[in-house]
Structures are given as C-alpha cells and as structure tokens.
C-alpha cells in the first residue's frame, strides 16, 4: 500500500525560514507534490518534484531524494497569510495513476 | 476563467437519505476525482475518472457511487447516508499532459449526516 507521514504541526515566527518534511512509501513512485489549503478554501498546487533536486518558486521551495523516500517543502520569508495546512501527495503508478495525499501539516506563522 | 464548481455548497441530510454531490468544470481536463476531507486524516480518495469511460475506485469507495456523464461533470453519490460520511467533500481536476500532475480543486461541499 501507500503512505505518507508529515509533522502534524509546525509554528515559526515571520520572517524566518520553515521546512515542512515529508517521508513516504509507495511500490509505483512517480513524483512528490506540495498543496497549501487555506481554512475553509480548497488545496492549491505549490510544486511537484518527479527529479531528484530542489525545484524553487519564488519563496517556496520543494525538494525530493528518491533514493530516501523523503521530500520537504521550504518556504523562506515567512509571513503571516503563509499560515496553512500544508499537504505532501505522491502520485502512485500503482493501478492507475492516482495520487494519494498526506495528512497535512499546520503551519502556524507567528508575528 | 475556467474554473471546478460544486453544488451545492453545503448540505445537511438525515440518515437513510440519498444524496448527490455535483461538480462541473470549464478547464476542459479529462480527469476528475472525488475526496474527502476529516480533520487529521488529509484528503482521501473516493473515485477518479480518465475520461468519460473510465470509473475507478479510490481509497474509500464503500458507500458511494459515481457517474461522468460528460467530460465536464462527475457526480458523486451516497446511496444511503449515514453519520461518519459527514465531512467535506471536494472534487479536482487534472490535465494528464500537463506534466507536473496539478490538480484543481473545487470549493468543496460540506456535506452533514444527522
């Protein structure tokens, strides 16, 4: 089967630098994506890693080591309205392309 | 701007009843999925559809059913609701050619079982 586990928690001050990790276990791996849900919005896409190496937009950084199963997302610079869940979701070949998502880390973005 | 919308947005509905989610898209994507949300648990896969032919089912297809009745429309069904499938529900959508996997989200319905 599959899973994926992430800190259910995290809190930083503004303006300082967060790393959200994420490790998983999947038989069919194909990439490792980042959402950020807002309270009572919808997951918004951040980033997709399917390459080893660090992929960056703007503040928010993703990288992936396939080899440790294991992934983070980096957001520099926090502010306030960074304050979220943050959900890890690999996309697994297994069966059919399907992506399956963790339970999401809070991010709580202290001033 | 093209655009996941669901209705309704909320719902409150007793046990025994059945009910249908609806979701509609403008993006033109071929894929859509059906989650759910719980506190603490992530978003969990219900069904997902390739494309108006193709029906699968996800994590947690007991109790639900689907249809796609065109490329833009996938309804989500509880043939008989009951008390733990209150929860929010969301539907996406995904363009497999886009190559980085995003997947666009819905509002979501919040979806109660007395």
């Known amino acids: 089967g599959q899973s994926l586990e992430q800190p259910s928690e995290v809190t930083a001050v503004e303006g300082a630098i967060v790393q959200i990790n994420c490790t998983y276990q999947t038989s069919g791996f194909y990439g490792l994506s980042w959402y950020q849900q807002h309270d009572g919005g919808a997951p918004t896409f951040l980033s997709y890693n399917a390459l080893d190496g660090l992929e960056e937009t703007g503040r928010f950084s993703s990288f992936l080591s396939r080899s440790d199963s294991y992934g983070y997302l980096l957001l520099q610079e926090l502010q306030m309205k960074d304050s979220a869940s943050y959900f890890c979701a690999v996309r697994d070949g297994t069966g059919g392309f399907k992506t399956i998502f963790g339970a999401g880390t809070r991010l709580f973005v202290k001033a | 701007d093209a655009d996941v919308t669901q209705t309704p947005r909320n719902r409150i509905t007793k046990t025994g009843k059945r009910i249908m989610l609806e979701c509609s898209q403008t993006?033109?994507?071929?894929?859509m999925y059906w989650y759910r949300q719980d506190p603490g648990l992530g978003l969990r896969l219900i069904y997902y559809?390739?494309?108006?032919?193709?029906?699968n089912k996800g994590e947690i297809s007991d109790g639900y059913s689907v249809s796609r009745q065109a490329q833009a429309k996938f309804s989500l069904s509880l043939e008989s609701a009951i008390p733990n499938q209150t929860a929010l529900y969301f539907c996406?959508?995904?363009?497999?050619?886009?190559?980085?996997?995003?997947?666009?989200f819905g509002p979501g319905t919040r979806l109660t079982v007395l």
């Open positions: 996406a959508t995904s363009d497999p050619t886009s190559g980085n996997n995003e997947q666009f």
């Open positions: 993006k033109g994507h071929d894929r």
């Open positions: 559809s390739f494309d108006v032919k193709d029906i």
